[in-house]
């Protein structure tokens, strides 16, 4: 299957491969209040969300994971773009890529540097590791963790 090198353009390739490399948001926290995690097997890729939400804003956000660059890297991205935001503005912008990349719609300005991944629309098999962290995003604000469970 193709790789970011075959798909993007310079400057796109670089910026996925920088958050790749370097995601600033790998890892775990300490007091998640919800997680979600999933998986793409035709490629290999897994995805492992983390959020603490106050009230309905996501507050702090990590992922962890492993798989191929255009995983990674999306959910690098997806990550930094909704820390901070309400949880409504955090699924609107996951709907938005998801947009883009399965429907081949045109970047909507909310997703920022997640336009990177417009050339993945063409690219039928590589669709679903760019659309996993969108996913795992959604199943998480939506997964409470039982504080009770695990400890
Ligand atoms: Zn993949």
Same mark, same amino acid.
């Given at each position: ?7 993007? %353009?310079? /400057?796109? !390739?670089? *910026?996925?491969?920088?958050?790749? &490399?370097?995601?600033?948001?790998? #890892?775990? /926290? +300490?007091?998640?209040? $919800? &997680?979600?995690?999933?998986?793409? +097997?035709?490629? #290999? ?8 939400? %106050? ?9 962890? #994971? ?17 820390? #901070? ?5 955090? /699924?609107?912008?996951? $709907? !938005? ?10 970047? %909507? +300005?909310?997703?920022?540097? *997640? ?8 690219? $039928? ?11 795992? *995003?959604? %199943? ?12």
């Amino acid at each position: 299957m193709p790789g970011p090198e075959a798909l993007f %353009d310079e /400057l796109y !390739r670089d *910026l996925i491969l920088e958050y790749y &490399r370097s995601p600033k948001n790998r #890892g775990s /926290l +300490p007091q998640p209040t $919800h &997680r979600a995690e999933g998986l793409n +097997p035709t490629c #290999g890729d897994e995805i492992t969300i983390e959020v603490k939400l %106050d009230g309905n804003t996501i507050e702090e956000l990590t992922f962890d #994971g492993q798989g191929c660059s255009i995983s990674q890297a999306s959910a690098a991205m997806l990550g930094e773009l909704v820390t #901070g935001k309400p949880v409504d503005d955090a /699924l609107h912008i996951a $709907h !938005r890529f998801e947009d883009m990349v399965l429907r081949g719609e045109e970047p %909507d +300005p909310v997703i920022g540097d *997640l336009e990177a991944f417009q050339g993945v629309a063409k690219f $039928h098999a590589r669709v679903k590791c760019a659309t996993l962290a969108a996913k795992v *995003l959604a %199943d998480c604000v939506e997964s409470p963790v039982d504080a009770k469970a695990g400890g």
